[in-house]
């Protein structure tokens, strides 16, 4: 679990400063939790985001959806219209990207070599 996090802690701040100027948001602090039921979780009030450790054991592409993902509910804090249409706007793939993880068991390990 330190190693899921130590190579994680290694991808997500590049992942989040690449996003940051694209959305126009700054995150304040990033969190790396083990999750049961979800990927990612935002905190919009202190500009927090939370990454499941899990996502480790996923695509690359699929945990830079979930850092998108939660970096546009620094904008939008719902998943309102408004929200898809910035997620259409800034990662169109995100409906697949979506639908692989959610395909993908919390548990399925998949390298990223």
Known sequence: HDWHKRLLHEVV???IRKWEPRLEVKVAAYFL?????RWG???HRARHIRLNTELVKKP???LEYVVV??????IESTHSERFVALLN???PA???ARMELNELP???VVSWA
């Open 69 to 74: 993902h939660e970096m546009v509910h620094l």
């Open 60 to 62: 690359r592409d699929l």
């Open 41 to 43: 979780s935002c905190n």
């Open 106 to 108: 919390l548990g399925a």
């Open 33 to 37: 939790q083990r999750m049961k039921t």
């Open 13 to 15: 701040p590049p992942l």
């Open 94 to 96: 995100w409906r697949e």
């Open 89 to 91: 706007e800034h990662y």
